[in-house]
């Protein structure tokens, strides 16, 4: 009797294990869901085998144009 006990017990628990991981699982998918700018980019990370580089924004790529121009103007001179 005390063997069923146990088990059904020791049952329970893997039960119970498989579930949280699951919930893990699924609380993280729908943290990276929330996180995403649109839904073009959640697909994009999740079949990206690499992830993809920062994008840059627009006033930090003027800045690195101004200065990647001076150091061309200071080649040629």
């Known amino acids: 009797m005390n063997t069923i006990y146990i088990i059904t017990l020791i049952c329970l ?5 498989v579930l949280e991981i699951l919930h893990f699982i699924e609380r993280r998918d729908l ?5 995403s700018r649109d839904l073009g ?3 994009r990370e999740r079949s990206a085998s690499e992830p993809e580089p ?6 930090r790529r003027a800045i690195n144009q101004w200065r ?10």
């Open 13 to 17: 628990a893997a039960v119970i294990a």
């Open 31 to 35: 943290y990276d869901r929330i996180m």
């Open 41 to 43: 980019e959640y697909k």
């Open 54 to 59: 920062p994008r840059e924004s627009a006033h």
């Open 68 to 77: 990647n121009a001076g150091r061309e103007s200071e080649r040629r001179d």
